[in-house]
């Protein structure tokens, strides 16, 4: 692994370039983290922060669990009290968005004290990454652990998110489309998990005739809803749905928060650089309906690269997502970059500079640049101009599904062998 990397920087002095800017850009972000925790001991990173940050949600949401008392998570007041009381700090500006199908897995992770709990989240959900990963990179010669140290990763690790499970069960599901529909759909199905994250999922499987996937990915969500509103209580299912995902929505509208400098979506971004709200949504709109039209007329056949080219959608389509829900983007950057020509100078730079991205978000933004919507904008085209089919026609994965099960039967049927489905290529590759 560490002599694959060496020998990438040696090959690309842009490549060195990249990484040497990303370790100062990821000192800047650790370094008043850890500083103000060695200063003041314990695992407080500011004066309302512990280390890890949004990772308190998932603890609390675990304590919550095992106590019984998720009655009133859904409050924001009464959530933000019961965090000052329970976790080892200070703490402010927090509150529980994510459905009830979270308290399924939460409550594992509140078992441990709270900085034991922090690794086990990012080293578990890690390992899944870049599991998932491992067959993208290994089409261009790159070793998987290299995603845990692109600087979406960074953010996500500074941050405490969700960046390395929703990665995984991305590139899981997609690259499982052409051979494995069904188990694909049920990974997709679990993006319930961070439901904005999969808004265009449906739409892009019907529109490839994937339906054995959309069949499951949609019992999956119907399932999960269905066993943690027996659980849980259906009241809190409706209070998410009531008045979480309205308050998350108003956080759009706030100006001169941080959390807005973190944010690659058309509408904060262009709200930091000053444009009016009804100019930034009509901007949202229209270039969602582009970036939509761009992909479904553009889109891969191959079902790992057409996952890839969603995950850049998606984020120029939903007006919420910040820089550590940009994981899948800096595979699909990072395979770029490796796999331009030298010559393509230009296509080599956008793809350091998307890598970059999740990193550079928070000095963009500081100067009112609208920097993330461009990058991922230029992105999806560069994506899509390399796709290996014009268009994808309605049964794409259906008909390699089913070209799978054909190609089994016959050998299953001159050999009289069991299924032969394991020594097939990777699921998601073409050819």
Known sequence: MASAIAALLRQSPLFLAVWLLTLSLAYSYAISDIGYALVHGGLQSSEVTLLGRDFVNVYTAGQLVLEGNLAQIYDVAWYQQ????????DLAGHNYS???????YAWAFALLPYGHSYLAWIGLTGAAFALAARPYLKEVGLPAVLVLLLPASIANIWAGHYGFLVAALWLFGWRLLGTRPRLGGILLGCLLIKPHMA???PLVLAWRG?????RAAACTVCALILVSGTIFGWELWSSYVTDTLLFQASLLGRTGVFYLLLMPSVVPSLSLAGVPKAASWIAQIVIAVLAIGALLKWMPRDSGRAGLATAVATVLVVPYSFNYDLTVVGVLSLLLFRTASPERVAHRALAAVALLLPLLLPYAGA??????????????GQALSQSDGASVSAGTDNERSRAV?????ALLHRTGAPSATASLPPA???G
């Open 405 to 409: 099960r054909r190609n089994e039967a």
């Open 428 to 430: 998601g590759t073409s």
């Open 98 to 104: 994510y459905p009830p199908v979270s308290f399924l």
């Open 367 to 380: 100067m009112g640049l609208p920097f993330g919507p461009v990058i991922l904008a230029l992105l999806l």
């Open 210 to 214: 994937s339906w054995a996937a959309f």
């Open 199 to 201: 808004l265009l999922l």
């Open 82 to 89: 019961y965090q000052e009381v329970s976790l080892p700090g």
